[in-house]
């Protein structure tokens, strides 16, 4: 079985500072993990994703995502938070492609001007 | 490209009435995924279907739940009868085969009274 855990039910950060949002997942095999954000009353909207490569993964929206195997992690990151990146983001873990996605809980991002 | 479709947006209805919601996924994509989100949570997998085939619904509750995907493109969710724990939004995504991230419809928010 495969499970992703976010422990920060909230994450506060000041505009022009940089965000961390933090992911750790359990999976059997490889990984292939993902980024979704969730703006009020929309779809989740993908962000980015791990298969394999480079352990920096780069996004839209200027984010990015460090896989790291030893500590079995994949957080969320931004070197400038906008006001507007206010949302709920879920990380989501799969061990083969086609087979569907396991998120997590999600995390409130709130950016403060 | 127009992306996965839902409707209808929003649908309340009593406990032990029906419903059902409609997805047309995005043209092309052979896999298509019906997950439930719960308040404060992240979606769970229903059901994904590869074309008109059903190749996952270990989580779709059969009791109540049924899904049908007839010619492999848009698909139906039912719930006959609703109980008030099906309150939640249900979100549709679909994927080309064998490719990892999948896009979400907006989702229909259900709430039974």
């Known amino acids: 079985a495969q499970s992703v855990a976010q422990p920060e039910d909230q994450v506060n950060v000041a505009e022009g500072n940089p965000l961390t949002v933090k992911c750790t997942y359990s999976?059997?095999?490889?990984?292939?993990l993902f980024w979704y954000v969730q703006y009020p009353n929309r779809g989740l909207q993908f962000l980015l994703k791990?298969?394999?490569?480079?352990?920096l993964v780069k996004g839209s929206y200027g984010f990015e995502a460090e896989f790291n195997k030893s500590q079995t992690s994949f957080h969320l990151k931004k070197p400038s938070a906008l006001v507007s990146d206010s949302a709920l983001y879920f990380c989501?873990?799969?061990?083969?492609?086609?087979?569907?996605?396991?998120f997590g809980k999600g995390t409130s991002l709130l950016v403060t001007p | 490209e127009a992306g996965v479709v839902q409707s209808p947006r929003y649908k309340i209805i009593e406990k032990k009435q029906p419903v059902a919601f409609w997805c047309n996924p995005i043209s092309g994509h052979n896999t298509l995924y019906w997950y439930r989100q719960n308040l404060g949570q992240g979606p769970e997998l229903l059901i994904r279907?590869?074309?008109?085939?059903?190749?996952?619904d270990s989580q779709l509750p059969k009791d109540r739940f049924s899904a049908e995907r007839l010619k492999g493109v848009d698909s139906t969710l039912k719930i006959q009868p609703a109980e008030l724990g099906d309150s939640a939004v249900y979100l549709c995504?679909?994927?080309?085969?064998?490719?990892?991230?999948?896009?979400f419809g907006q989702g229909t928010r259900l709430t039974v009274v």
């Open positions: 279907y590869e074309n008109e085939e059903a190749v996952d």
């Open positions: 791990y298969i394999t490569g480079d352990n």
């Open positions: 989501a873990v799969t061990r083969n492609s086609g087979y569907a996605l396991n």
């Open positions: 999976v059997s095999g490889n990984p292939y």
């Open positions: 995504a679909s994927s080309l085969q064998g490719v990892t991230e999948a896009f």
